[in-house]
């Protein structure tokens, strides 16, 4: 049994799956896709910030900052997370939903960056929430196909 199907037995996790909100789309793919947006954050901020404590120096220099080993690192994270989350979750219903990550890179950016947010961004963003919204109220279609039965025949299906 994998960590994650141990989770899934727990009592407490079976207890708020059984939530209405969760009825549509599980728990552990709106954990995952949660995960996916922080992730994608962070990669996106602390990338900035490795650029810019890098002042310019030749491209090897980024490779001794810790900054940049911290993004390499969050991007294997991002990897591993993303290969959970596809599993279980339809692409179409899961790649629109981390364009959250759009939103809190340009709000994270304006607090820690000292970046503006235009009047134009403001727009952008609440485009993005209802594009997100309405793919939300999408259904979440994944067939739970074997792996083993995709792409192949058998021969007697020949």
Sequence with gaps: MSFFQK???????QKVE???????VPLHICVGLAIAV?????????WKMAVQATDKQPLLATFEHPL?????TLFLLQLAN?????EDADLSY???IT???????GVLSA????EQITLLQIIGITFVLAGVWFISKTDHNTLHTPPSSLGHTSGADS
């Design 94 to 96: 899961s790649q629109p």
């Design 99 to 105: 364009s959250l990550s759009y939103i809190s890179v």
């Design 82 to 86: 993303w290969l959970k989350v596809l």
């Design 38 to 46: 922080i992730l994608d954050t962070a990669v996106q901020i602390f």
């Design 18 to 24: 059984s939530m209405p909100l969760f009825t549509r």
């Design 7 to 13: 989770i899934r037995a727990m009592p407490a996790y």
């Design 68 to 72: 940049f080993w911290l993004v390499v």
């Design 111 to 114: 607090m820690f960056l000292h």
